[in-house]
């Protein structure tokens, strides 16, 4: 969960907006999990932000 509050935080600070919020609607929204190129990105994220 606190790797997921760094990250929410992050793109909140640096982009002005919370990735969290719906645009639509306004809504708190979840993530299940994001995947690119078949590697899901918050494994890469951990990794890189040293989370492991």
Known sequence: LRSLLDW????LL???Y???R???CGAS???LEVYHK???LFEQ???S????
């Open 8 to 11: 929410q935080q992050s793109i």
């Open 22 to 24: 719906c645009p639509e």
């Open 14 to 16: 640096t982009f002005g």
């Open 45 to 47: 994220y951990r990794k």
């Open 38 to 40: 078949k590697t899901a």
């Open 49 to 52: 932000m040293g989370y492991g």
């Open 29 to 31: 929204m979840l993530v």
């Open 18 to 20: 919370d990735p969290l």
